[in-house]
């Protein structure tokens, strides 16, 4: 394999590859034309914190709107915060030099929903996943296209496919294609935004399994953004389930499949698709839709919409406790 | 609660249906001598992946296949009695909408964005029923109601943008119910929405359904909305219905090499699954079907046979049959 120039000592200080410290994004919500002014906030994350351990996947989910793609665009700095931290082995990333910034970015990589419109179709194949490499590292042409050789057939694609164009190739393929782009700069971490959503379901289960593989043999981690439960609980290790800009609950993937603390979580859970005919649900069924983040109800942002909302809950925010090891939960039920 | 047992009396006949398109690759064979029936109050699944021929089964049935490049080669669908493919396009318009209706899968686009949700929902109505002026706007109102649309009396005169998706899945959900039709096809209706409104959806349409006595028939990819919904099950690959039954039969016993590997590739909610059972390849380029079984390339189970012949339906149990001729 072709070396890594950007990949200098790895800092073992943390124990966690990243870490997000009570990060918020706020978007200011202006009025008029010429003059314009900040009439309000769209507080579209607002206060998370997550850790992303070496190697292991954490997984987003929630409904749209919930802040989900934001906090993605937030890990890949295409998003400035309004506050909070993200560190990186233990770097403060927006507090560090040039250089840094620059490895951070080369070593946090993205693969997105659709593959259709992720992919620049008047590029080439060799073109398309080399790209990254040719602006980072400096090294031989030969070396990069040996390199691209090696990508196409880890994500189970065959070299000559290095000469065609996008449109040559079907969803799933294409997929792959992202996914061999995403990793050809060896980078520790993938942000994957939806990343089997859009393709067929015989499809799903090639592309989840090829990227499990790839995890162990790259030893990336991955941040997954989803809202397809089931996909979850197959890729993930860890889960955070986000409601309107916030973490409402957090634990490892059994924990929260088997005990779901948080009456959301167990909403969703129950709004979920069985996978046979006789499973027997809860029916909590959720009236209304998620309020608009313009204006976040008070207390807890759930209260509006919970089945097991009690006085306080319309005014006092609930505290993140933590429930059982690892599983944390903001509700006033615990 | 309609459930397995319901035997109400048959709706829809569709036998032997065939649409073919001409293109400049050749025919493409979309559907392929698909039949089924369909009886009141009961909810038929049509599962399959993206070009297996679901949506042009829908599209046959509603008579809305483009012609040309688009044929209804042979077959009938009888529908209350009276075959639909005999019809002038002056009756089947008449027909569209008041015995046979359908919700599209993208409520942000199937919705006219120029016109109120009021008048898109009456004119309906209007084309349809025979009734004074004045009533209309009544009816209007109380069809939004059976949607469950809050406040509808403001509602009506909303524009589609000033509503969310769900709302919105719903108002075309009251047009397809509004002239209370025999059959409701519900093409993919909850793809695009969120978990939480998704559940409240099929929630309402299997409220409906118990309150007007309808035959839904569910196009979808996503057996979960199968295991939820259904009462029957057809799933398609390439064309063809491979593989028929009720849905406990089609989950406990998948006897089709295609329905099996389908159910196994699916994560599942309730349990930890190690590793995916992966489907290899892709679905055939239906231009260019093999002279066989559509599905060998891809079968861990392929005989000989299979790529000389396309296999017989094969009766699994008296309600449940399969295309395999690992049944013979």
Known sequence: ??????????????????????????????????????????????????????????????????????????????????????????????????????????????????????????MRVRDLIGEPMVINWDVPKREIEERVEKLLNDVGLSSYHANLFPHEFSGGQRQRLAIARGLSLNPKMIVLDEPVSALDVSIRAQIMNLLKDLQKEYE???????????????????????????????????????????PYTKALMSAALPSHPDIEQDEIILTGEVPSPLNPPSGCRFHTRCPFAMDRCAVEIPETKEVAPGHTTSCHLY | MVSNGHTGDIVLEVEDLRTYFSTRWGTVKAVDGVSFDLRRGETLGIVGESGCGKSVTMLSLMRLIPMPPGEIVSGSIVLQGQDILQLTENEMSKVRGSQIALIIQDPMTSLNPVFTIGSQVNEAIQIHQDIPRRSILQQTLEVLRKVN??????????????????????????????????????????????????????????????????ALIFITHDFGVVAKMCDRVAVMYAGRIVEMGNVREIFNSPSHP????????VPKLEEDVDRLFAIEGQPPALHDLPQGCAFADRCPHVMDRCREEYPAQFQVSATHNAACWRLA
């Open chain 2, 258 to 265: 295609y329905t099996e590997a389908l159910l196994a590739s």
């Open chain 2, 149 to 214: 649309i809050p406040a509808a009396e403001t509602r009506v005169k909303d524009y589609p943008h000033q509503l969310s998706g769900g709302m919105r899945q719903r108002v075309v959900g009251a047009i397809g119910i509004s002239c209370e039709p025999a059959v409701l096809i519900a093409d993919e209706p909850t793809t695009s929405l969120d978990v939480t409104i998704q559940a409240q959806y099929l929630k309402l349409l299997k409220d409906l359904q118990q309150q007007q006595n309808l």
């Open chain 1, 220 to 262: 990336v981690s991955y941040l997954l953004i989803a809202h397809h439960l089931a996909t979850v609980r197959y890729m993930c290790d860890w889960v955070a389930v986000m409601y309107l800009g916030q973490i409402v609950e957090y634990a490892e993937v059994k924990e929260l499949y088997n005990t779901p603390l948080h």
């Open chain 1, 1 to 122: 394999m072709t070396a890594n120039p950007q990949r200098g000592e790895a800092s073992a200080r943390a124990s966690a590859l990243l870490e997000v410290r009570d990060l918020k994004k706020h978007f200011p919500v202006t009025k008029g034309l010429i003059f314009s002014r900040t009439t309000g906030y769209l507080k579209a994350v607002d206060g998370i914190s997550f850790q992303i351990e070496r190697g292991k996947t954490l997984g987003i989910v929630g409904e749209s709107g919930c802040g989900k793609s934001t906090t993605a665009k937030l890990l890949l700095m295409l998003e400035e915060p309004t506050e909070g931290q993200i560190l990186f082995e233990g770097e403060d990333i927006h507090h560090t030099d040039a250089s840094h910034r620059r490895s951070y970015r080369s070593s946090v990589q993205a693969v997105f929903q659709d593959p259709w419109s992720s992919l620049n179709p008047r």
